[in-house]
T-cell receptor, first 114, second 111 residues
């Protein structure tokens, strides 16, 4: 069964350093989502892509976060510089175009900023 | 703004018994979907059950069923014949133009 892949699974970094996460959606899924899940809370949408275009990045802290999906397939989420408050699980999900109600989630990247 | 509220931070159930997890939501939209997701420890989030708002019939998936009360904006999940593998964090979620999650309920299953 096809799955959303994410790497790394765990990342520890010092504050003020740069960090990047990678996501490979299910083949054929044109829509890709990045969520942030703070411990004890539900996931919150950071950015949504339709193919290579950003559809919604209203909750993305653009002063330090950036996301790209250059060829409309895999995607990278970057944080520079990392802050202590960025410690969280970063989830990637994907769906077929036009079916946001059928999102498939990856295993996530757990980020710890020290 | 759309919100999803799960008032039970933690629930416990004895193996083979039934448990109900509560969820309320707030929206002015008439067409939307509601979901229950399961997130086991250190494992990925999976969809448990989905309800379309225009359908009056409550969704059922094997041991999982929902009680959808549209007027009351309530969407509870009932797990029957609970199993040890049901232990996880459960999230209620709503989607209009984007997926909005509640804070989650930790479900513990006792053997």
């Amino acid at each position: 069964e096809a799955e959303v892949a994410q790497s790394p699974r765990y990342k520890i970094t010092e504050k003020s350093q740069a960090v990047a996460f990678w996501c490979d959606p299910i083949s054929g899924h044109a829509t890709l989502y990045w969520y942030r899940q703070i411990l004890g809370q539900g996931p919150e949408l950071l950015v949504q892509f339709q193919d290579e275009s950003v559809v919604d990045d209203s909750q993305l802290p653009k002063d330090r976060f950036s996301a790209e999906r250059l060829k409309g397939v895999d995607s990278t989420l970057k944080i520079q510089p990392a802050e202590l408050g960025d410690s969280a699980m970063y989830l990637c999900a994907s769906s077929l175009s036009g079916t946001p109600y059928e999102q498939y989630f990856g295993p996530g990247t757990r980020l710890t900023v020290t | 703004a759309q919100t999803v509220t799960q008032s039970q931070p933690e629930m416990s159930v004895q193996e083979a018994e039934t448990v109900t997890l509560s969820c309320t939501y707030d929206t002015s939209e008439s067409d939307y979907y509601l979901f229950w997701y399961k997130q086991p420890p250190s494992r990925q989030m999976i969809l448990v059950i989905r309800q379309e708002a225009y359908k009056q019939q409550n969704a059922t998936e094997n041991r999982f069923s929902v009680n959808f009360q549209k007027a009351a904006k309530s969407f509870s999940l009932k797990i029957s014949d609970s199993q040890l593998g049901d232990a996880a964090m459960y999230f209620c979620a709503w989607i209009g133009n984007k997926l909005v999650f509640g804070a989650g309920t930790i479900l513990r299953v006792k053997s």
